[in-house]
């Protein structure tokens, strides 16, 4: 059965600091990979997402997440964090299988960003 | 502008109290699904829809229905919310299934007393 597990519930930055957020997933093939951010009060936005190909995809605001399959990860990066980065971040995997559930959460880190 | 809507965005109701949020995509989109969201769970999908006249339940379905008469609307019904159907709801429409974004709606927060 697919799962996405996200290690981290909670963590807090410096503004200006590197950002690396955790992500691996269960899937017998190859998966769907997204990464969708939720800030205070609205619904979920799209960062990114991996269907195939280069290994290394840039998002919106200066995300960019890497798919690893040997290590099953799929983590999100941005090298320098600005305070409106400040939200929770849902990874999920998404199957191809008509019928099926579409898209698997994980349980979400929340970022706190400090001045 | 493209979007998913979702109403109302806040309801406060009674136990047993019949209820139905509502939702419509403009994207022409064929899959449409419901999802809840709780502290430390994620979002998990309750009901799904693959295009008109076709639902399937998610993981979580227990206490609600759906109908998927239109193409662009995929109404949640709650017959008789209890209260542990608190929570607030997703509702997401995309292309088709798997290798699609899913758009997602603002969210209804529901708490039941």
């Known amino acids: 059965a697919q799962s996405v597990t996200q290690p981290d519930i909670h963590i807090t930055v410096s503004e200006g600091a590197s950002l690396e957020l955790r992500c691996n997933y269960s899937?017998?093939?190859?998966?769907?990979l997204f990464w969708y951010v939720q800030s205070p009060g609205q619904g979920l936005q799209l960062l990114l997402k991996y269907f195939s190909g280069d290994t290394l995809v840039q998002g919106i605001k200066g995300f960019e997440a890497e798919f690893k399959r040997s290590q099953s990860s799929f983590n999100l990066r941005k090298p320098s964090v600005h305070w409106s980065d400040a939200a929770e971040y849902f990874c999920?995997?998404?199957?191809?299988?008509?019928?099926?559930?579409?898209?698997?959460f994980g349980t979400g880190t929340r970022l706190t960003v400090i001045p | 502008e493209a979007q998913v809507t979702q109403n109302p965005r806040y309801l406060i109701t009674v136990t047993g109290k019949k209820l139905t949020v509502t939702c419509s995509q403009n994207m022409n989109h064929e899959y449409m699904s419901w999802y809840r969201q709780d502290p430390g769970l994620g979002l998990r999908q309750i009901y799904y829809?693959?295009?008109?006249?076709?639902?399937d339940k998610g993981d979580v379905p227990e206490g609600y229905k759906v109908s998927r008469k239109e193409k662009r609307n995929f109404p949640l019904i709650l017959e008789s919310p209890s209260p542990n159907q608190t929570s607030l709801y997703f509702c997401?429409?995309?292309?088709?299934?798997?290798?699609?974004?899913?758009?997602f709606g603002p969210g209804t927060r529901l708490t039941v007393t």
């Open positions: 999920a995997v998404g199957q191809a299988r008509t019928g099926a559930n579409n898209l698997f």
């Open positions: 997401a429409s995309s292309l088709r299934q798997g290798a699609s974004e899913q758009y």
């Open positions: 829809s693959m295009n008109v006249e076709v639902t």
């Open positions: 899937y017998g093939a190859t998966p769907y």
